[in-house]
């Protein structure tokens, strides 16, 4: 299926009709282990944590989504981070985005620092410059958002690729806000591309999900047999569920940035948003890269409240359709103030320093209609 466009395979790859009954959709296989015909001699699966029939059809779709050779499906984003990380030698170095979600920096600082005596510099990674100098004998890694969460800067993949293959480094990029429907790292030269699946792949805020692809052998074994060793994996029910949410993702990709884009424009105009951040937007200094990059500019804005911090929780308390909640990517429309909610664990002066301040707002565009998503913003920043 190679050949085929991105929602031919995200409907049908890995979905072939179960062999024994002729079901259209991928059966749940809620078993925890596999009857043997002799010691050893099985039908290609033993035992649910290393290999499951449901679970093993997710990982061949998105592994074709995102072009890559490998996909191994875990029980959240930071299962699957917390891998990567445990694949490196410890005492590793790695040079990280200073723009980052905060599980992933606290995942970083408070356990992996300690327990794999991990080292991170976070550094603008929109200036390649910056990441030469901060290579060190022991680095080993790239980690890359893109766009970030929550500034949305837009990092050029192809530059960070060849830096990285310059100095021998594995390269990752978290995708959870892009998708394959928008951009495909490792098509750009990524060795690693990671999902918090609970996001946009899945698409209906009903699961926690994690996803690791890669197209390199070598790492696609490390990361197998970690993700065995540890027990980080998806269930079947919850795969069942992914799979479900995959078939629709390109479509509703297509409705979350055309809301977004429109939205954003919207909000730029309101005189009591300071300022939007959007790569949408034509004055947005990542503008140019986004568009060579991506397909379409993804369904996540961010702006400043006029007024600061008051202001904010008041525009918050105002809002209907725009739910106040954490996480992002589903059909419904969430809002958050990530100081207060997603990226609380950074400390207050390494978010101000990032230009995570107390009025930044955070929307995940749902595929409501857009009218009515502008009419809930503009009734709420009224009432400031």
């Given at each position: 299926?190679?050949?085929?466009?991105?929602?031919?395979?995200?409907?049908?790859?890995?979905?072939?009709?179960?062999?024994?009954?002729?079901?259209?959709?991928?059966?749940?296989?809620?078993?925890?282990?596999?009857?043997?015909?002799?010691?050893?001699?099985?039908?290609?699966?033993?035992?649910?944590?290393?290999?499951?029939?449901?679970?093993?059809?997710?990982?061949?779709?998105?592994?074709?989504?995102?072009?890559?050779?490998?996909?191994?499906?875990f029980?959240s984003?930071?299962?699957?981070?917390?891998?990567?990380?445990?694949?490196?030698?410890?005492?590793?170095?790695?040079?990280?985005?200073?723009?980052?979600?905060?599980?992933?920096?606290?995942?970083?600082?408070?356990?992996k620092?300690?327990?794999?005596?991990?080292?991170?510099?976070?550094?603008?990674?929109?200036e390649?410059?910056?990441?030469?100098?901060?290579?060190?004998?022991?680095?080993?890694?790239?980690?890359?958002?893109?766009?970030?969460?929550?500034?949305?800067?837009?990092i050029?993949?192809?530059?960070?690729?060849?830096?990285?293959?310059?100095?021998?480094?594995?390269?990752?990029?978290?995708?959870?806000?892009?998708?394959?429907?928008?951009?495909?790292?490792?098509?750009?030269?990524?060795?690693?591309?990671?999902?918090?699946?609970?996001?946009?792949?899945?698409?209906?805020?009903?699961?926690?999900a994690?996803?690791?692809?890669?197209?390199?052998?070598?790492?696609?074994?490390?990361?197998?047999?970690?993700?065995?060793?540890?027990?980080?994996?998806?269930?079947?029910?919850?795969?069942?569920?992914?799979?479900?949410?995959?078939?629709?993702l390109?479509?509703?990709?297509?409705?979350?940035?055309?809301?977004?884009?429109?939205?954003?424009?919207?909000?730029?105009?309101?005189?009591?948003?300071?300022?939007?951040?959007?790569?949408?937007?034509?004055?947005?200094?990542?503008?140019?890269?986004?568009?060579?990059?991506?397909?379409?500019?993804?369904?996540?804005?961010?702006?400043?409240?006029?007024?600061?911090?008051?202001?904010?929780?008041?525009?918050?308390?105002?809002?209907?359709?725009?739910?106040?909640?954490?996480?992002?990517?589903?059909v419904?429309?969430?809002?958050?103030?990530?100081?207060?909610?997603t990226?609380?664990?950074?400390?207050?002066?390494?978010?101000?320093?990032?230009?995570?301040?107390?009025?930044?707002?955070?929307?995940?565009?749902?595929?409501?209609?857009?009218?009515?998503?502008?009419?809930?913003?503009d009734?709420?920043?009224?009432?400031?």
């Open positions: 299926m190679e050949d085929y466009g991105f929602s031919t395979k995200a409907i049908h790859v890995g979905q072939e009709p179960d062999s024994a009954t002729g079901s259209i959709i991928t059966p749940i296989f809620a078993t925890s282990t596999f009857v043997q015909e002799s010691p050893g001699k099985h039908k290609g699966y033993e035992y649910s944590r290393s290999g499951n029939p449901t679970r093993a059809a997710l990982e061949k779709c998105v592994a074709a989504l995102e072009e890559g050779t490998a996909g191994f499906a029980s984003g930071l299962a699957a981070e917390s891998v990567i990380v445990d694949s490196l030698p410890s005492g590793s170095h790695i040079i990280a985005t200073n723009d980052l979600y905060g599980g992933t920096f606290r995942l970083f600082e408070q356990v620092k300690s327990g794999n005596q991990l080292e991170v510099s976070y550094v603008d990674l929109t390649p410059a910056v990441i030469e100098q901060s290579i060190k004998p022991n680095t080993r890694m790239i980690w890359v958002e893109s766009p970030t969460n929550p500034l949305l800067k837009i050029d993949l192809k530059k960070i690729a060849a830096l990285a293959a310059k100095y021998k480094l594995i390269s990752v990029c978290d995708n959870t806000f892009a998708t394959p429907y928008l951009q495909k790292p490792l098509q750009l030269g990524f060795d690693i591309v990671v999902h918090s699946a609970t996001k946009y792949l899945n698409g209906h805020s009903d699961i926690i994690g996803f690791i692809i890669t197209n390199q052998a070598e790492l696609a074994a490390k990361i197998k047999f970690l993700q065995n060793a540890e027990g980080a994996i998806l269930s079947p029910f919850d795969s069942f569920l992914l799979l479900r949410g995959l078939k629709t390109a479509v509703r990709m297509q409705a979350h940035c055309k809301n977004a884009q429109t939205i954003a424009e919207f909000l730029a105009r309101h005189a009591k948003v300071e300022k939007v951040l959007y790569p949408g937007l034509p004055d947005n200094p990542h503008h140019p890269v986004a568009k060579d990059q991506m397909a379409a500019f993804g369904g996540m804005i961010t702006f400043f409240i006029r007024g600061g911090s008051s202001a904010t929780i008041k525009f918050l308390d105002n809002t209907h359709l725009f739910s106040l909640a954490e996480s992002l990517g589903g419904e429309s969430l809002i958050e103030v990530p100081a207060l909610m990226h609380a664990s950074i400390p207050k002066e390494i978010r101000e320093k990032n230009g995570i301040a107390d009025n930044l707002v955070r929307l995940s565009v749902g595929i409501e209609d857009v009218d009515d998503l502008i009419q809930d913003l009734h709420a920043l009224q009432a400031i």
